[in-house]
């Protein structure tokens, strides 16, 4: 009999880590969709150079992008982004672009929307990251239209407007949350009425699959862990955590006891999620069994703003509002701080940080919870970023509001 | 002699007990403060500073100018996108703050009065601290971020606590947690203090760090003048623009007071005497008090609405407890103001009596306001009351 579980128990991970595998491999990518394959802000390359001259690592090329704070996504030699250009004082268009990898030049821009003008110029242009599959890119416009876009030509397959089709109300900064494709269906945060918050859509035709829930759209993306065997889409929307399977049935909801975080959550240990957010409470490390979720610890040494915290080795990387710091998830303790980034973000390849000041310095960080310590740094990009980098085969893609640069990192 | 010993005894006693142990930790701590900052010498040379350099706000890097006094502080920097101007006099201070949608000068909340006297420090707190009134503890002797650091507790004069954490090898400030403000609410702070550097013997961190509520901002110096000439006039709360227009009616005033009678003439009816003064600094007001049948005495405010860009008055008879409201606009030789689109919620009244306020001949010592009515919706205007006035 025990036998038997354990057999049934290895099929089921087996299953689940193959369906997963193949969410991920998208057209041989490692970049595919916001925050990386596992949208946990990591990627799995190794080989990065030890350390960087003064002047910083090579420069494959460095380009004028228009404004948007949307990340790159990566397809070997192609890339993908969201940019507006402003024509006058308050107009201007919002488009889906696509690159060429090795030398930033345009292959072609798709019009999605008017311009995102931020009335307190914090910045204009779209905030959400698209994703892809094999034929289609998939992104959503501030204004909140969701668009099948082919990656040959731009050409546009279909569009869905949330706003007219689903009452769905634009967020002061305009829809902000990124698509997220799995096992054909392109899972998305719509803030509807009705029980429309979360919906799922076929890729193929933009047909709804599945709706649930309800709160407006927030400027959070769903994600998507593996938690007790099970493949869970998580979503964070009215100060509740939503878990959904890939069906769209509700697994467990959770009351969160801090804002809804704009940061995206990360998995710890398996089945324990942590999620930080700006506000009294800085973050809470829940753990799930048995579809329910149970608090284990909460505090104030993590309070991240719109940029995600990275785990690594049993320790969590992130910014606590304008400091980069090291926590430990068992004890919430800060095991080291580090101010001068400003607001800034980071990823995590080959066990060490990359981290991009707000004001596109980007810093080599050893990921140890012993201390700081700074490997390189150098000027990246010049102006406010607040767009977290994109990896992809030895080479960070970094864009802010005005320019974009490759350099070689391998 | 037994009466020495017991002396002798309290007063072993009373200089081991651990306040006045932990009292004498603390002026010492000062005093060592007071010269790892240059020391008292040099700082009681310095009266005026002009700092310059990049103030960073919301991730944007723009250049601001700090002016202070030993009594009085200026700035001007930018918020993001907003100029943000600011000045205080050691009790009072006003700020140009565009993120509130005023565009004009406005006093300061309790809780910027805090903010504004932690910027008026010449120095840091420490120095002449109970001359300012401020109480210092000392707290203890800590590791902070790596930093051996002692820990005082500020209670200032206004009972606002601070917490300052001077390093212990350097006895310059490390960090300190006080009150700040976010868009004019009360927020706990943190502040970093860095690269100290040497200007004319005095030692300034020339890198200050603040992060509260979801805030940063860094003050980074790039050049301090000490003792430059300071134009007193910059702490003073200035005037809208806009109100400074009806400057010329600022002033004493004798006043006729005429009466438009039914056979088309003005009969004067009082001379009486009033007084436009600023109010506020996008206000002026007039007192005056005259006699039409029966003593009436009114009030007048006027503003300028920089969102409907119009002059607007309101006028209160204390006579018929009546408020009318107006708005128009200033041009060099006229200023006209009615009620006409304005709603008190009768849309439909067809008997509403629209009134109109005029100041023509306007010259350096004299003007004429006059009152008229309308039942036409201002397509004609029927005189009521003419006021002459007349420089006293």
């Not at chain 2, 944007?60 to 030993?70: A, G, L, M, N, Y």
Request: aromatic residues 14%; charged residues 25%; negative net charge.
């Amino acid at each position: 009999m025990k036998k038997n579980i354990i057999i049934i128990c290895l099929i089921a991970i087996f299953m689940v880590s193959q369906i997963l595998v193949a969410y991920s491999q998208q057209d041989d990518a490692t970049w595919y969709q916001f925050r990386g394959n596992e949208r946990n802000g990591t990627s799995p390359e190794t080989g990065l150079l030890k350390k960087w001259s003064k002047s910083g690592p090579d420069l494959l090329w460095k380009k004028d992008l228009g404004s948007g704070f949307s990340e790159i996504i990566i397809s070997d030699n192609v890339f993908y982004t969201m940019i507006s250009d402003k024509s006058e004082e308050k107009t201007g268009s919002e488009y889906m672009a696509a690159f060429d990898a090795k030398s930033g030049t345009e292959f072609w821009r798709t019009k999605v929307d008017s311009i995102f003008i931020d009335v307190d110029d914090w910045g204009n242009g779209p905030r959400s990251t698209p994703t892809y599959d094999k034929e289609n890119i998939y992104c959503l416009s501030s204004f909140g239209k969701l668009y099948s876009i082919s990656r040959k030509n731009g050409k546009i397959n279909w569009t869905v407007d949330f706003v007219a089709e689903f009452n769905s109300v634009v967020p002061r900064w305009g829809f902000s949350t990124s698509p997220m494709l799995i096992n054909n269906t392109l899972i998305m945060e719509v803030g509807g009425a009705d029980s429309k918050a979360f919906m799922a859509f076929d890729p193929k035709n933009g047909k709804v699959i599945w709706e649930k829930a309800n709160g407006n759209s927030t400027y959070s993306s769903p994600v998507l862990f593996t938690i007790e065997n099970e493949a869970q889409i998580l979503f964070a929307n009215s100060g509740f955590l939503h878990s959904f399977n890939t069906k769209g049935d509700t697994l467990w909801t959770y009351k969160l006891p801090l804002r809804t975080p704009t940061a995206a959550p990360v998995l710890i240990d398996n089945n324990k999620i942590f999620l930080s957010a700006l506000g009294a409470v800085g973050f809470v490390i829940i753990e799930i069994k048995d579809n329910k979720a149970t608090e284990v610890l909460q505090g104030s040494t993590m309070k991240n703003d719109y940029s995600s915290s990275c785990y690594f080795d049993g320790y969590i990387y992130g910014f606590n509002t304008a400091t980069l710091q090291c926590i430990s998830p068992e004890t919430g303790e800060k095991l080291w701080t580090k101010r001068g980034f400003g607001k800034g973000c980071l990823i995590l390849i080959d066990g060490k940080l990359l981290v991009l000041s707000d004001q596109g310095k980007l810093v080599l960080v050893e990921a140890t919870p012993d201390a700081y310590n700074e490997i390189s740094i150098f000027q990246a990009v010049e102006g406010k970023s607040w767009t977290a980098p994109s990896f992809n085969k030895g080479r960070i893609f970094i864009r802010n509001l005005t320019e974009m640069a490759c350099y070689k990192l391998n | 002699m037994k009466t020495s010993k017991i002396k002798i005894l309290i007063l072993i006693f009373i200089f081991s007990s651990p306040i006045l142990l932990l009292a004498q930790d603390v002026d010492k701590i000062i005093s060592k403060h007071i010269k790892a900052h240059g020391g008292e010498k040099n700082w009681s040379a310095v009266n005026s500073m002009k700092i310059t350099g990049e103030f960073t706000a919301f991730s944007v890097v723009e250049d601001f100018t700090f002016i202070k006094t030993k009594t009085n502080y200026y700035a001007e920097q930018y918020l993001g996108q907003h100029k943000v101007t600011e000045a205080f006099n050691g009790e009072t201070g006003w700020t140009i703050d565009p993120w509130q949608e005023i565009e004009y000068a406005r006093k300061i909340n309790a809780s910027e009065e805090n903010v504004f006297l932690q910027k008026n420090e010449f120095c840091t707190p420490f120095f002449y601290y109970k001359k300012k009134g401020h109480i210092v503890e000392y707290v203890g002797k800590e590791k902070v971020d790596g930093i051996e650091v002692y820990i005082l507790k500020l209670t200032r004069a206004n009972e606002n606590v601070e917490t300052w954490y001077l390093n212990a090898k350097t006895y310059l400030e490390y960090k300190c947690e006080s009150m700040w403000i976010d868009f004019a609410w009360a927020s706990p702070a943190e502040t970093y203090f860095e690269d100290f550097q040497k200007v004319d013997g005095i030692i300034i961190p020339f890198y200050v760090e603040r992060i509260f509520s979801q805030r940063n901002r860094i003050v980074k110096i790039k050049n301090v003048e000490i003792n430059p000439t300071i134009d007193q006039s910059i702490f003073e709360m200035p005037k809208t623009e806009e109100i400074l227009k009806l400057e010329s009616f600022v002033g004493e005033w004798n006043v006729a007071v005429e009466l438009w009678t039914r056979r088309g003439t003005w009969y004067p009816i009082d001379n009486t005497t009033s007084n436009f003064e600023f109010a506020g600094t996008n206000m002026i007001q007039e007192n005056i008090s005259y006699e039409r049948m029966f003593p009436i005495s009114i009030i007048s405010n006027m503003t300028y609405d920089s969102k409907t860009k119009r002059y607007r008055t309101s006028i209160f008879n204390d006579f018929n407890s009546s408020i009318s409201i107006l708005e128009g606009d200033f041009s060099e030789d006229s200023f006209i103001l009615d009620d006409i689109k304005i709603s008190f919620g009768d849309e439909n009244d067809d008997e509403r009596v629209f009134t109109q306020l005029s100041f023509t001949n306007i010259e350096k010592d004299a003007f004429i306001m006059e009152f008229k009515t309308s039942t036409d919706n201002g397509t004609t205007w029927q005189p009521r009351d003419r006021f002459s006035y007349t420089r006293k």
